[in-house]
């Protein structure tokens, strides 16, 4: 009774600190438009609106010459991506900005020291220079060229009623992000028809087969696994803003579905490519699960907590993700996270499925969920016999 | 059992240790970073400023030159 009482504060607490955290990061962007034109260049004064994001400025150091400012927001990895581009009166770009990125910073800076915005300065708004996306970092990349193309198109309108010709750009849901949506909705599909009881074959071998599709697909062909970031895309709301790829966020959103219906958490026993490398090591060995402690429970939960409400007081989803994911099917991430991934290896050798069983945040997030679905049924039960009395 | 124990303690000091190592920085980043702040700026390369071709010549200087021109 104690025990259960202490986890119902806690339940009550964490998603306070998430409301908390939530509007605390709210006041906190909540900053002018114009606060970020005036961090652009010290040359910007005088700014006042002309538009929705489009501004008109003077130049400090020649008074009295005007200058056409405008903002433009494209869907990027981890969310939208704000740019700035500044035009003199002549119609010569002065200065492009990356105002605001969710996006991870080692992909962005990537972009960025790849040279991507050097062209741009000094070219005219009618003859905006053609640049390549970065491989490696296509969608941030695209974000921020088809952003300074459009906020040039804009400024292009607004001095001359004659609009700069856009390059044709992507669509925000585009065919790749479509069949990845569908191959995360097929697992998910096949999964619920092995875990089913109508199900005529072995539903080892089943599982086994899933997992092996599920690795290969999601995991080296799609890099789709849902994060700490993608919660945090869904509780935030980001995702209404839009992204670049969705199929993440369906993950979630089908894993949770699932739990909810079939009372299973039939993504990490079945889909996840991580936890599915984990148990391939760990049937080398033959090892068994770890036994996780009380406190190593409630550290990994707090761990977890503390993420998630830092991503959404910074607003950033990169804030979030410690998880290994991406260096163990992509190669891309921090020292830290390469440490981690040799840790997790070595360690699949010794016990099974050690990243799951004892610090993955989703397995958190599911015994939260598992609680909170608990709790209901045996409110729904208490409240019944009331109202039949 | 003893084995496996011992193992479970320390892959979950190593997460614990990395994942804070991960994250913290992360955090302090961001905490420091001024609200309003922009990330990225390229701008147009100052160049120097074109001189004037007109050369200005002082009087002083024009009757020094002059001084050894005995025609006037």
């Given at each position: 009774?104690?025990?259960?009482?202490?986890?119902?504060a806690?339940?009550?607490?964490?998603?306070?600190?998430?409301?908390?955290?939530?509007a605390?990061?709210?006041?906190?962007?909540?900053?002018?438009?114009?606060?970020?034109?005036?961090?652009?260049?010290?040359?910007?004064t005088?700014?006042?609106?002309v538009s929705?994001?489009?501004?008109r400025?003077?130049?400090?150091?020649?008074?009295?010459?005007?200058?056409?400012?405008?903002?433009e927001?494209?869907?990027?990895?981890?969310?939208?991506?704000?740019v700035?581009?500044?035009?003199?009166?002549?119609?010569?770009?002065?200065?492009v900005?990356?105002?605001?990125?969710?996006?991870?910073?080692?992909?962005?800076?990537?972009?960025?020291?790849?040279?991507?915005?050097?062209?741009?300065?000094?070219?005219?708004?009618?003859?905006?220079?053609?640049?390549?996306?970065?491989?490696?970092a296509?969608?941030s990349?695209?974000?921020?060229?088809?952003?300074?193309?459009?906020?040039?198109?804009?400024?292009a309108?607004?001095?001359?009623?004659?609009?700069?010709?856009?390059s044709?750009?992507?669509?925000?849901?585009?065919?790749?992000?479509?069949?990845?949506?569908?191959?995360v909705?097929?697992?998910?599909?096949?999964?619920?028809?092995?875990?089913?009881?109508?199900?005529?074959?072995?539903k080892?071998?089943?599982?086994?087969?899933?997992?092996?599709?599920?690795?290969?697909?999601?995991g080296f062909?799609y890099?789709?696994q849902?994060?700490?970031?993608?919660?945090?895309?869904?509780?935030?709301?980001g995702?209404?803003?839009g992204l670049?790829?969705?199929?993440?966020?369906i993950?979630?959103?089908?894993?949770?579905?699932?739990?909810?219906?079939?009372?299973?958490?039939?993504?990490?026993?079945?889909?996840?490519p991580?936890?599915?490398?984990?148990?391939?090591?760990?049937?080398?060995?033959?090892?068994s699960?770890?036994?996780?402690?009380?406190?190593?429970?409630?550290?990994?939960?707090?761990?977890?907590?503390?993420?998630?409400?830092?991503?959404?007081?910074?607003?950033?989803?990169?804030?979030?993700?410690?998880?290994p994911?991406?260096m163990?099917?992509?190669f891309?991430?921090?020292?830290?996270?390469f440490?981690?991934?040799?840790?997790?290896?070595?360690?699949s050798?010794?016990?099974k499925r050690?990243?799951?069983?004892?610090?993955?945040?989703?397995?958190?997030?599911?015994?939260?969920?598992?609680?909170?679905?608990n709790?209901?049924?045996?409110?729904?039960?208490?409240?019944?016999?009331?109202e039949?009395? | 059992?003893?084995?496996q124990?011992?193992a479970?303690?320390?892959?979950?000091?190593?997460?614990l240790g990395?994942?804070?190592?991960?994250?913290?920085?992360?955090?302090k980043?961001?905490?420091?970073?001024?609200?309003?702040s922009?990330?990225?700026?390229?701008?147009?390369?100052?160049?120097?400023?074109?001189?004037?071709?007109?050369?200005?010549?002082?009087?002083d200087s024009i009757?020094k030159?002059?001084?050894?021109?005995?025609?006037?």
């Open positions: 009774m104690r025990k259960l009482t202490f986890e119902r806690a339940a009550i607490l964490s998603l306070l600190v998430l409301v908390l955290a939530w605390g990061g709210r006041a906190r962007v909540e900053e002018s438009a114009s606060a970020r034109i005036l961090n652009i260049s010290n040359d910007i005088n700014i006042s609106p929705e994001n489009l501004y400025a003077e130049k400090r150091s020649t008074p009295g010459a005007p200058l056409h400012i405008a903002l927001s494209r869907p990027s990895y981890g969310g939208p991506l704000s700035a581009v500044v035009a003199d009166e002549a119609g010569v770009v002065q200065q900005a990356i105002l605001h990125s969710t996006d991870t910073s080692t992909y962005l800076s990537k972009v960025v020291e790849s040279g991507i915005l050097d062209p741009f300065p000094g070219s005219r708004l009618n003859a905006l220079p053609v640049v390549d996306a970065i491989s490696g296509t969608i990349s695209t974000a921020i060229l088809e952003g300074i193309q459009r906020a040039g198109a804009h400024i309108t607004a001095r001359q009623g004659n609009p700069a010709p856009i044709k750009t992507s669509s925000p849901l585009n065919r790749k992000d479509v069949i990845k949506s569908m191959a909705v097929l697992l998910f599909g096949c999964a619920l028809c092995v875990a089913g009881r109508r199900f005529p074959w072995s080892k071998k089943g599982r086994y087969a899933l997992m092996a599709v599920s690795t290969l697909v999601l062909l890099g789709t849902f994060s700490l970031a993608s919660m945090h895309l869904l509780i935030s709301g995702w209404m803003q670049a790829s969705y199929a993440a966020l993950c979630l959103v089908l894993a949770i579905a699932v739990f909810f219906m079939t009372r299973k958490n039939l993504y990490c026993a079945t889909l996840c991580f936890g599915a490398v984990q148990e391939g090591l760990g049937r080398i060995t033959g090892c699960p770890p036994k996780r402690t009380p406190w190593m429970t409630w550290t990994a939960r707090l761990i977890t907590l503390m993420a998630l409400s830092a991503a959404l007081f910074f607003q950033n989803p990169s804030k979030a993700s410690f998880e994911f991406g163990a099917f992509n891309t991430g921090s020292d830290a996270l440490a981690m991934t040799i840790v997790i290896v070595i360690g050798l010794m016990v050690p990243w799951c069983r004892l610090f993955c945040p989703v397995t958190g997030l599911f015994d939260y969920l598992g609680f909170v679905r709790q209901w049924t045996r409110f729904q039960r208490n409240k019944s016999p009331k039949t009395s | 059992m003893n084995y124990r011992i479970t303690f320390f892959l979950f000091l190593f997460f990395l994942s804070l190592v991960e994250l913290a920085p992360k955090w980043e961001a905490a420091h970073k001024e609200s309003g922009v990330l990225y700026v390229r701008s147009v390369k100052k160049t120097a400023p074109a001189r004037s071709e007109k050369k200005t010549v002082s009087y009757l030159a002059n001084s050894k021109n005995k025609d006037g």
